[in-house]
């Protein structure tokens, strides 16, 4: 037998020791729960391709964050599905549009959550994509009045956080300085600074009913292959003042994730997607894997790759197992 001074295993024995020398802790207060506002009143429309995951009237959305808040979550992001839809995205902005209306209701059912307003316009244009378009082209500049037009609309709705994700090159400046000009400096800017042109997205666009109606949006969001440019994209919305910086999607750039952790000091969110949300709940489904562990192994491999803040539509499911002490194992 060999002599073996280092045994690491010792520390592996039983679960209160695993527990006690864990690197990377996952807490209730890392997640974020999203939300889809819809027209309606007592609409739960389950997303076919999102098991658990549903389009929520305003006063279901009302219900939904009341619960969220008494489970012990701290935090929600809204996105909209507006009654009609048109070029210019007037949904995204309306003082009664659908998001507007689902601030007001969650601030009224959980006055101390965390209020997060996706600002884009995907879901509010008859073309699917997050700007104006013309002749066929998503044009940037003329896209950002609207964006930094729906972030003070939100702020007004009292948002405490708007986040957003079109991916249009000068957003986050443009959002500040509108947001400082009317008086919401206060307000913070979660940039989706990161964001890929991934397939993981297809069940969210179920849910939000946002398919682009011609081609897709590798123009604007970024190729996979890409890892330096994710660091200028960083950068930008850094210099321009965004309060907390978002890669987007997750699992699968890590390696991303952790380049950005290094590389500021901003609070760092990062967005498990429909996609990741969807494969797991299929393969549990099969009884290919066991969906709690997989769901906490994956959430942990993104808080230790550096985010302080994770949305996931696991949120509810996560919140229990933690309480439950299932990490602890």
Do not use: W
Not at 72 to 84: D, N, Q, R, V, Y
Not at 223 to 249: Q, S, W
Request: net charge negative; aromatic share 6%.
């Amino acid at each position: 037998m060999p002599d073996l001074l280092h045994r690491p295993r010792r520390m592996r024995q039983r679960a209160p020791l695993r527990a006690m020398v864990r690197e990377t802790r996952l807490a209730r207060e890392n997640l974020v729960l999203p939300l889809f506002a819809c027209p309606g009143e007592r609409v739960r429309r389950e997303v076919s391709s999102m098991p658990g995951v549903y389009n929520l009237s305003v006063d279901e959305i009302a219900l939904a964050a009341a619960s969220a808040y008494d489970a012990g979550l701290s935090a929600l992001i809204l996105f909209g599905l507006p009654e009609k839809k048109d070029e210019t995205a007037s949904g995204a902005y309306a003082r009664n549009g659908i998001v507007q209306q689902a601030i007001r209701a969650v601030r009224r059912a959980a006055p101390e959550m965390v209020i997060i307003a996706d600002t884009c316009l995907c879901e509010y244009t008859a073309h699917g994509h997050c700007g104006v378009v013309r002749d066929g082209q998503v044009l940037n500049d003329e896209s950002l009045e609207i964006l930094a037009r729906t972030a003070v609309s939100q702020a007004e709705a009292g948002a405490d956080i708007v986040a957003p994700s079109a991916m249009m090159d000068g957003q986050v400046g443009a959002i500040r300085d509108a947001l400082d000009g009317a008086k919401f400096e206060h307000v913070s800017v979660m940039s989706y600074a990161v964001k890929y042109a991934s397939a993981l997205y297809g069940p969210f666009r179920d849910a939000a009913g946002s398919v682009p109606a011609f081609g897709d949006r590798r123009s604007y969001q970024m190729d996979c292959a890409n890892a330096r440019e994710a660091m200028r994209e960083a950068d930008l919305d850094y210099a321009e003042g965004a309060d907390i910086l978002m890669v987007k999607p997750a699992t699968p750039y890590l390696d991303i994730l952790r380049q950005v952790r290094d590389r500021f000091d901003l609070p760092l969110a990062a967005y498990q997607v429909s996609g990741e949300y969807a494969m797991i709940k299929a393969a549990a489904e099969r009884g290919f894997l066991d969906e709690e562990r997989v769901m906490l192994e994956t959430l942990t491999s993104i808080r230790r790759a550096g985010a302080d803040i994770i949305i996931t539509y696991y949120a509810h499911q996560a919140v229990r197992a933690l309480s439950s002490g299932s990490q602890n194992r």
